[in-house]
């Protein structure tokens, strides 16, 4: 499956990968054998700020608290790269991912980049 389609299929957050894929960050899944492993699997995006959301968060800074529309902007991207993720070892045909980690990093200023990686694998029945 190529990059392009992986994201189109992975950016509607309402139309998730099967849940049946089983994602864990340790390097087993407890009490089932693995039968092959087939390889790294990750998903990304980019997000940037937005002004709307700038301006709101000077407010806040200034008054102290949560900035909730950060908050719900970050969960939702990590959800994207772990839904990229899982799209691709779906199509791989793996049964679950192991070593589960998610990762970040800025791009530029102000926009930021949400890795989320592991290793698909095949589990024995």
């Known amino acids: 499956m ?3 389609a992986l ?3 992975s950016a ?9 894929l089983v994602c864990v960050t340790t390097d087993v899944v407890p009490g ?20 709307g959301h700038d301006i709101t968060a000077v407010f806040k800074s200034l008054l102290g608290g949560e900035i909730s529309e950060y908050t ?13 993720m899982r799209a691709e070892a779906v199509a791989l045909g793996a049964d679950a991912i192991i070593g589960v980690r998610i990762t970040t990093s800025m791009v530029m200023q102000g926009s930021s980049e949400i890795l989320a ?9």
């Open 32 to 51: 089932r054998e693995i039968e092959r492993v087939l390889g790294l699997v990750r998903g990304n995006t980019i997000r940037t700020r937005h002004v």
């Open 2 to 4: 190529s990059n392009d």
């Open 72 to 84: 719900k902007m970050m969960a939702e991207s990590r959800e994207q790269a772990l839904d990229r």
């Open 7 to 9: 994201i189109r299929a």
């Open 117 to 125: 990686y592991g290793t698909a694998i095949v589990l024995r029945d």
């Open 12 to 20: 509607d957050l309402a139309h998730r990968p099967s849940g049946s």
